[in-house]
């Protein structure tokens, strides 16, 4: 596909193709950003009500005491925010025409990558849960697999559906593959054995 020409990751293979990139759906970083706005919420209300109390309690002594606190806690909402959307922009998962790649973010420093080609996929299954997650079509892909890793998740994405059928059609396509090789396999080892009996 030409919108993901664009795209490359370390150890792709020359002729794969970046057919789809999925990331969690804009809902899920949103909840997770409404904890950031309730701590920014309660930073504001601090600004406002700090004077008031300070005022009672010996006043310009606990002003820079307040402050540093008040800074501390912006650093900290800062930093959270942060990681959330590190979080977010890094954790992706890949479909080439040959293997699915899944991405996973874990803080700033910690990354894990795993991959599954195309022929192990088993079966592959949607879930979406709930009022809203069925109002804004997301959910997980489940697939099953015939490797080490025997199930593969997709998180809250973003039209599950769709996800679920381009591997189910790439599993088909990539099966057909591999029993064409096969076949050319046994075909050329039917041909050398009987070459080596008329001989």
Known sequence: MKRFQKFHFRGQNPNEEILLVVRRHWFDILKQFLVVFLMALLLIFSFYAFPYFLDDFGGAKLQPLIFFLESSFSMLIW?????IWID????VWIITDK???NVEQKGLFMRHISELELPKVQDVTTEIEGIIPSVLNYGDVHI???GTVTRFIFWHVPDPYKIKG???ELQEKAQRREARKLG???HTAEQKAAHLLDE
Not at 79 to 83: E, M, Q, R, T
Not at 88 to 91: A, G, K, Q, V
């Open 144 to 146: 099953q697999t015939a």
């Open 184 to 186: 050319k396999a046994i």
């Open 79 to 83: 930093l959270y925010a942060f990681l």
């Open 166 to 168: 381009i591997i189910m």
């Open 99 to 101: 293997r699915i790649i």
């Open 88 to 91: 977010y922009y890094f954790d």
